[in-house]
């Protein structure tokens, strides 16, 4: 029986992943990091907690990255921790810089003194070719980085290259587009705008504050995105791929996609609050996935209006069985009202 060690098993991506994995026959484990309220929502939400190892590590402490490696003794790790949210990035750059950025480099020490055959997989992310562009990217498109996240995760991508070439690690960088599900953290747009579409629909909330509709993003469903990054490390050779859907819509047309969803109209709930605007913005991504699609067949399965429909559903459901007053594992009903946080000024 093969076995993965997933970092950042407590998220969007991990849950899925181990989901996946699972099903695939392998023995997984996962590092979770001590919080003094235990997060383990969407793994019992996707019914799969009591089937995962759960190991105690933090990115930070290098330690007990080698440590979990030692105890899981894997055939794949699969590195998705991080400093996720780019807005937090502008916060707290240097945090984000040791996060995202450094604890690949520890990771892939890690690996290099434990057992250099295992196959790594990095998350890397869209966000590293930054503003500017107006074109579909793909793998030899430039790169230039727009907010310290993207800066950390440029260095996780070169890093990553360098341990492959240099000590000939199976090393991959999967450079992924953004991927929703309604597994999504409720700070980043699409579930921030699902979340409040349903909560309006239900008469529990009236309006929606968000920052800049203009962004366009190729927005993907996080299920068919995980399973890329199994299709990387199956393959003969390590390499660096593009995962996408080659479509991209703005952020305003995500907003009138949901509010149609349930029959309303979007322009007389939504408000632009410049609190959600940042620094600068990234305000175009499209991406190219030919060479996934030709190299491990990789193709996306759930595209924009499909996703669209996915979030807004589940979202509602998930409200009318609180309504109800039915208990699940769930993040919104202890989410702090957004309206309520400060951030820092913007830059006029
Ligand atoms: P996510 O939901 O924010 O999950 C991040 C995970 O990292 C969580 O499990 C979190 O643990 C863990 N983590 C954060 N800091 C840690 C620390 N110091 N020590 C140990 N664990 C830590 O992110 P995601 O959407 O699943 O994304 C997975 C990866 O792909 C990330 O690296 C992200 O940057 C990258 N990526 C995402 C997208 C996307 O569109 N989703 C696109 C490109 C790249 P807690 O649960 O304890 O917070
Ligand atoms: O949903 P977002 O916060 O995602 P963003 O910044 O694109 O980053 C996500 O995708 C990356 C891949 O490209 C990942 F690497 C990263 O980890 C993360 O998963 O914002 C999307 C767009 C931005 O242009 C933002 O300015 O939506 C715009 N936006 C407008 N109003 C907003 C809001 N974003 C958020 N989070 N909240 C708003 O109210």
Not at 178 to 205: C, D, M, Q, W, Y
């Amino acid at each position: 029986m093969k076995r993965a060690l997933i970092t950042g098993i407590t998220g969007q991506d991990g849950a899925y992943l181990a989901k996946f994995l699972i099903e695939k026959g392998y023995e997984v484990y996962g590092i979770y990091r001590r919080l003094s309220t235990p997060n383990f929502w969407r793994l019992q939400y996707l019914g799969i907690f009591d089937k995962i190892n759960l190991i105690s590590a933090d990115l930070i402490d290098e330690f007990s990255l080698l440590e979990a490696l030692k105890i899981s003794d894997p055939d794949e790790v699969y590195h998705l921790a991080a400093q996720s949210f780019v807005g937090a990035s502008f916060e707290q750059a240097v945090g984000t810089a040791q996060v995202t950025g450094v604890a690949v480099t520890s990771m892939l020490e890690a690996i290099r003194h434990y057992n250099p055959e295992i196959k790594f997989y990095q998350a890397s992310s869209s966000e590293i070719y930054g503003d500017g562009h107006d074109e579909i990217l793909n793998e030899n498109s430039p790169f230039k980085p727009s907010s310290p996240y993207a800066a950390a995760k440029l260095y996780g991508y070169w890093i990553t290259r360098i341990y492959r070439e240099a000590y000939d690690i199976f090393a991959c960088n999967g450079i992924l587009f953004n991927h929703e599900s309604p597994l999504r953290g409720l700070e980043f747009v699409t579930r921030k705008i699902s979340n409040a579409v349903a909560k309006i629909a239900l008469g529990l909330e009236n309006r929606l504050l968000l920052g800049n509709l203009d962004a366009k993003r190729d927005w993907g469903y996080a299920p068919d995105y995980v399973e890329a990054m199994y299709m990387m490390l199956q393959h003969e050779v390590p390499d660096d791929y593009v995962i996408a859907t080659g479509e991209t819509h703005t952020v305003r047309e995500f907003c009138e996609r949901c509010f149609d969803e349930v029959g309303l109209d979007w322009q007389e709930h939504v408000k632009v609050d410049k609190r959600f605007m940042r620094p600068i913005d990234v305000n175009f991504l499209c991406g190219d996935y030919t060479r996934a699609k030709e190299k491990i067949g990789w193709e996306p399965r759930v595209k924009f209006d499909e996703l669209v429909k996915i979030m807004v559903r589940e979202d509602l459901n998930r409200w009318e069985r609180w309504q109800n007053g039915e208990k699940f594992p769930w993040d919104a009903p202890n989410h702090p009202n957004e309206t309520k946080l400060i951030t820092r000024t913007v830059r006029s």
